[in-house]
């Protein structure tokens, strides 16, 4: 009996170490001899790109939504377009507002000049991710590393991956769900609008056409938005009022005054499911902060490469 009851246990840890998956893979102490200078090296790249344009940690955190969103967290995003394959960088929600590439390479760059070929890019971004937030003022947290890159990409899959600023709830709601993301995750991840910009294309239909606005913020983007498509397209407005360049829950407060910049912010608080999650997180700021620090962990956990998956590149826009 007691021999039946020890292969019994042994069967259980067996399960649950199959069940973890990749997760188990991922460490924060993934490099801590291979690479055991990474952490300053990103730290020191996002100072100094932060240092020169405030707006750029929030283009950085976004490039680590848009990756994870495409096939996982893979690095994905930062592959340039080839003879063989249209990449992510031309899709709709990536074409003329992604950036921050080129502080990727930098970084990347002096990494592989302290360990070559040891550190995945899809880390690199990663990592970069969580330092944006917190030299801004947010939360910092231990990023689980050990993936891998992609050796390929897909321009549809980027199309249709990624919510578009005029998405419903319940289409938001329905894309996280397939990312094993909850409806709390969507509310708290969103939050990451609290710093960065917008286009002028992805809000003109809201301040023109939408009642659940604020009627000075919707007159004051319209100065700096024509009604006509193609004019002005580019023209840029922050997403959030009233620090733009620091990681705090304000967006939550705007939400609550009807001042989300985008249909898809201000969905999160109209009369839905999500209601009470912006309210609490527009009156207690440390319960956002550590629920975007959950799902941010949660969300670098979606489908990574790992082992003998994908590669190491050694420059993140092309494969080896």
Known sequence: MGSWSSMSCVLV???????????????????????PYLPYIVNQGVHSAIAKEARMGASLLRLFFHDCFVNGCDGS???????????????????????????????KSEVEKACPGVVSCADILATIA???????????????????????????????????????????????????????DLVALSGAHTIGQARCTS???????????DAVLARTRQLNCPRVNGSGDNNLAPLDLQSPTYFDNRYFNNLVQKRGLLHSDQVLFNGGST???????????????????????????????????GEVRTNCRRVN
């Open 13 to 35: 840890v067996v399960v649950l170490l199959l069940g973890s998956g990749v997760k188990a893979q991922l460490s924060p102490d993934f490099y801590s001899s291979s690479c």
């Open 77 to 107: 995003v930062l592959l340039d377009d080839t003879p063989t394959f249209k990449g992510e960088k031309g899709a709709v929600p990536n074409k003329n507002s992604a950036r921050g590439f080129e502080v990727i390479d930098a970084i």
């Open 130 to 184: 969580r330092d944006s937030v917190h030299i801004l003022g947010g939360p910092y947290w231990d990023v689980k590393l050990g993936r891998r890159d992609a050796r390929t990409t897909s321009l549809s899959a980027a199309n249709n991956g990624i919510p578009a600023p005029t998405s419903t709830l319940n289409q938001l709601i329905s894309r996280f769900s397939a990312l094993g993301l909850s409806t709390k």
């Open 203 to 213: 809000f003109r239909a809201r301040i023109y056409n939408e009642n659940n606005i």
């Open 275 to 309: 209601d009470s999650t912006v309210q609490s997180y527009s009156a207690d700021p440390r319960s956002f902060a550590e629920d975007f620090v959950q799902a941010m962990i949660k969300m670098g956990d979606i489908s990574p490469l790992t082992a003998s998956q």
